[in-house]
């Protein structure tokens, strides 16, 4: 008889679950507010349609459920054989019936939940390897189901936006995103400042930055590439630039 309550007792890593969870809840409430017919409309990522955004998401789940099985067992079972293959998945997902689509999304992410549900503590801290091929502990999965599934319930486009996404979501995303410009060096002449958090982070060294303010929910999505409308851009006297340069490239 397996346990219907989580293995772990780490509270940090029972508050990331919670956090996963209500994402998919939310995920869910946006794919379920959609008709079938509206499935076929655009999402906010360019050649992407809600079909592709329902289908990653699903995929994504049973990918992230392979790691949680390879902590379990031992046996390597990677996220995807490679991106070509996650890629062509994706397309073939987009092109199933509204009803096998809908139920791609409701039993992947029930199984992840049990397979998350039923890992051992110790095989928490198991490494395992992202599509990225970093090496991570199998708590990480946890993070990065949470950003998926939080991300695409805005892009899904139907109602969703970043003021809706939890802050202590939207802190790590930060955080994960001007990691990534800053490991490539991308954010040169960029400072960034959040209003409502009184931080300022990315080239502090720069005499003549480019400032972009705003508050937290409006920061992560212009940084996530997802639009600017609640940022705005100055030079380093203070002086507004009518346009907001675009983000960095993230992933
Ligand atoms: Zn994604």
């Not at 906010?44 to 349609?49: D, H, K, Q, R, S």
């Not at 080239?203 to 003549?208: E, I």
């Given at each position: 008889m397996v346990a219907r309550h989580d293995q772990t007792s780490d509270p940090e890593l029972l508050a990331a679950l919670l956090q996963a969870r209500r994402g998919t809840a939310f995920f869910a409430r946006k794919l379920n507010e959609l008709s079938d017919a509206e499935l076929d409309g655009d999402s906010?990522?360019?050649?992407?349609?809600r079909r592709h955004i329902t289908a990653h998401i699903g995929y994504n789940a049973r990918a992230i459920a392979r790691l949680i099985e390879w902590a379990a067992t031992g046996v390597e079972t990677p996220m995807y054989a490679s991106t070509a293959v996650r890629d062509h998945e994706i397309d073939f997902g987009a092109t199933l019936s509204p009803i096998a689509l809908r139920h791609l999304f409701d039993h992947s992410a029930v199984h992840l939940n049990v397979e998350w549900r039923d890992l051992p503590e110790e095989a928490w801290h198991h490494t395992v390897r992202t599509i990225q091929g970093r090496e991570v502990p199998a708590t990480e999965t946890v993070w990065m189901r949470s950003r998926e599934v939080w991300i695409h319930a805005v892009d899904l486009d139907n109602g969703a936006v970043f003021?809706?996404?939890?802050v202590p979501v939207l802190e790590r995303l930060l955080a994960d995103i001007t990691g990534a410009w800053h490991t490539r060096g991308t954010d040169a002449g960029l400072l960034v400042n959040v209003t409502d958090r009184g931080i300022t982070f990315g080239?502090?060294?720069?005499?003549?930055p480019t400032v972009v303010s705003g508050p937290l929910a409006a920061v992560v999505e212009w940084a996530a590439g997802r639009?600017?409308?609640g940022v705005t851009a100055a030079d380093q006297d203070g002086a507004a630039l009518r346009q907001v340069p675009p983000a960095p490239k993230w992933i």
């Open positions: 906010l990522l360019p050649g992407w349609t003021r809706d996404i939890p080239d502090t060294t720069s005499a003549t639009g600017n409308g």
